[in-house]
């Protein structure tokens, strides 16, 4: 697994979660399977995000990361199991009307449109808000969380660097409202202080109410952010448990991460 190279300590560490998880359960999967065509991706997932966590799906590149994201957005299609948002099955909602009920997917590569200026960007994160006032309200909220983009507003969002276009591609689900935030690689392809900076921000929305589920390169980063974490494995979930006490388990690290010292 590729490690950015951030220290561990420029990120302060969440709260330890207690042996018994505390909060409602926001998200849950239960046994899914999923395939790309004759190929199965996901065996038998099951996972849960409570309320108030920040939750880390760990493993190597293909390992069934993405594909556990994309299933729970609807991008893919669970073909056994279920996926439930606060105890309702939406394994088989579109991914629209997904979206509306506030699980909210910020994809790898950010997915930046170009040709939109920045406020555009952001602006079609809240485009079902017909609420004037509260899309000028959130607005105001992602620019005070990321100056960057209050400064850059009239910018093409695609001319952005890459640090400033995670924070757009962030700032467009906070838009939304969400009431879970999926992360996928939230790091990847950016310099160490951005990472920092990056890791912080997710700290911070955290500490502010927002649920996630963050899919994260650099293990030992996610641990040490994250209340809980699971580990998969060629689709499978191989461990879970308190993300605390798991970073502190040198042989759980090398075993199921790959990040020897």
């Given at each position: 697994m590729t490690q950015t190279a951030t220290r561990d300590d420029d990120v302060a560490a969440g709260p330890r979660a207690s042996a018994e998880r505390q909060g409602d359960v926001r998200l849950s999967?239960?046994?899914?399977d999923a395939f790309y065509g004759q190929i199965q991706a996901l065996r038998g997932v099951?996972?849960?995000?409570?309320?108030?966590?920040?939750?880390?799906?760990?493993?190597?590149?293909?390992?069934?990361?993405?594909?556990?994201?994309k299933t729970i957005s609807g991008l893919v299609r669970a073909r056994?199991?279920?996926?439930?948002?606060?105890?309702?099955?939406?394994?088989?909602?579109?991914?629209?009307?997904?979206?509306?009920?506030?699980?909210?997917?910020?994809?790898?590569?950010?997915?930046?449109?170009?040709?939109?200026?920045?406020?555009?960007n952001l602006e079609l994160g809240a485009f079902t808000l017909k609420d004037n006032a509260l899309r000028r309200q959130r607005l105001e909220e992602v620019y005070a969380l990321f100056p960057i983009l209050?400064?850059?507003?009239?910018?093409?969002g695609s001319l952005l660097s890459g640090g400033q276009q995670q924070m757009?591609?962030?700032?467009r689900a906070l838009m939304h409202g969400p009431n879970v935030m999926l992360l996928d690689e939230p790091s990847?392809?950016?310099?160490p202080k951005l990472v920092t900076e990056i890791m912080r921000i997710i700290k911070r929305l955290n500490e502010a109410g927002t649920t996630i589920l963050l899919v994260e390169q650099n293990a030992r980063l996610a641990l040490r952010l994250a209340h809980y974490a699971y580990v998969i494995e060629n689709g499978e979930i191989r461990m879970q448990g308190d993300a605390a006490a798991m970073r502190e388990d040198a042989s759980v690290v090398k075993a199921y991460l790959g990040l020897g010292d």
């Open positions: 999967l239960q046994g899914v099951s996972l849960e995000v409570r309320q108030g966590e920040i939750v880390t799906l760990l493993g190597s590149n293909g390992a069934g990361k993405s594909t556990t994201l056994q199991g279920d996926v439930c948002l606060e105890g309702e099955s939406i394994a088989r909602l579109p991914a629209h009307q997904i979206a509306r009920r506030g699980v909210v997917h910020v994809p790898e590569g950010r997915r930046v449109l170009r040709g939109l200026t920045v406020k555009e209050h400064e850059r507003r009239h910018q093409d757009l591609a962030m700032g990847m392809g950016l310099a």
